[in-house]
């Protein structure tokens, strides 16, 4: 109520800074679906009204849908370049919540003033736990990642999860399948911790070609702690068995427990070469090493040039480990929410997601194959990701909604063009039918086009607990 009154004082001060006139808008909070103007002030959403209203500066929408900008939840690309492609696919709000950061403070310094779309990061417990262990952090690589760790590493690890919840960080990131080591024990304790928080954890499970096992530990851990638990990526998790997946998470949400899930809209990951999923990589066969991508170049890769660039290290692009039927399981489920697993940009490339997955899903799963209804695949892009969050982060309760009182960050697509464009081998391509991107009452995007000079991204970030200060040593109170 409060910020209902606070916008009608705003809507009061008309003509309003930027109106979107005569377009379709699709508000998933309210169950909105049609014609109206949308007045925007300081920021904020003023109004949303069948009314002719006038502002500073007018987006005629007309044959066009207003929604909701799109919320990412898991988007490791938080560079300049990245943001830039992530705006072009109607992106307000990229989150770095799978794998997480390292260090939670400067990661935000590093952004702050300086980011076209809202940012945010969990902090990592693949990073912490090599911290702990070694003093530094090799990332997703080394021997280190498949040894159980010593009660005084735990102790570490744990000490440093603490500290980035109270310095803010939205989640807690794991990467089982890249953490051989991590006993059930470690993860009871990181768990906890996250509880006591209120924030989720974001898990890309174990990988598991022959059962559950994987998603039933998450499960009981998320049971026995009362987390709130999201599981990464269902589709490349899950592969061709999504829809049994789907069930036990079903399942699991009708007995009591808070866990959640994910997708992107493609048939081929993309990962590290480097990691610890490839150790076998000698039992492939030529034609499956063929099927690689190098990200950096495009080229598939062969028994000569893997071991080279798995020592160079970096992401390549996976072969169709699953059926086009499943990963359309996945979209159109209505347990799902629409997430990209965006990478790096890797001189300019990177796996076509990055540039094309809320496109790809409103162009071929939505207007092509029908699989899903337009405000169902707008509500999966916003309002399910956005309340994930809200219990650790209540700002996200203006986020994901077009209501007066909710942010301006806004998205404006036609219907029967957007689609995404990039290809595996070709994948650094913007998609079609983003024609504005507002983030903040600020205009971002427009008529396809990135404003240069704007820079309205804001921190998605917790209340700040005990700031650590550099040079000193990090304790808790009472500790």
Known sequence: MVFVLAAAALSAQAPYDIVVRGGRVIDPESGLDGVRNIGIIAGRVAAVTAEQIDGEEAIEASGMV?????????????????YDAQVRDGITTALELEIGVEDIET????RHGKAL??????????????????????????????????????AGLLRRIERGLDQGAVAVGFGLAYTPGATRGELVEVFRIAARYGASCHVHMRTDHETLANLEEVIELARETGVQAHIVHINSS????????????????????DITTEAYPYNRGSTLIQSHLFNEWEDY??????????????????????PARRHMGGTIILPPLYREESVRHAIASPLVMIASDGMWLSGGRAHPRSFGTFSRVLGRFVREQGA??????????????????????PAMRNKG??????????????????????????????????????????????????VASARPGRAVRAEISYPFVPGTTWARPGQ
């Open 66 to 82: 207003v929604a909701p900008g799109f919320i990412d939840l898991h988007q490791h690309g938080q560079s300049l370049e990245n």
């Open 372 to 393: 899903l209804s337009l405000p169902e695949a707008i509500r999966k892009m916003t309002l399910m990701p956005a309340k994930r969050l809200e219990r650790r982060i």
């Open 238 to 257: 899950a592969r061709d068995r999504v829809l049994d997946y789907l069930a036990l998470i079903e399942r699991a949400q009708a007995s009591g427990v």
């Open 117 to 154: 779309v809202n940012y945010g990061a969990s902090i990592s417990h693949p990073y912490s736990r090599q911290m702990a262990m070694l003093g530094r952090n090799p990332g997703l690589a080394g021997e280190s990642l498949a040894i159980e760790l010593t009660a005084s590493q735990t």
């Open 285 to 306: 066969t030529d034609e499956q090493l063929a099927q690689f991508i190098w990200v950096r170049t495009g080229e598939t890769l062969t028994r000569e040039t893997f």
């Open 107 to 110: 990661w935000y310094e590093d």
């Open 401 to 450: 909604r077009l209501r007066p009182g909710a942010d301006a960050d806004i998205v404006v697509f036609d219907p029967e063009t957007v689609i995404d464009t990039g290809t595996y081998s070709d994948p650094a391509r913007s998609p079609e039918g983003i024609r504005h991107v507002i983030v903040n009452g600020v205009l971002t995007l427009t008529d396809g086009e990135v």
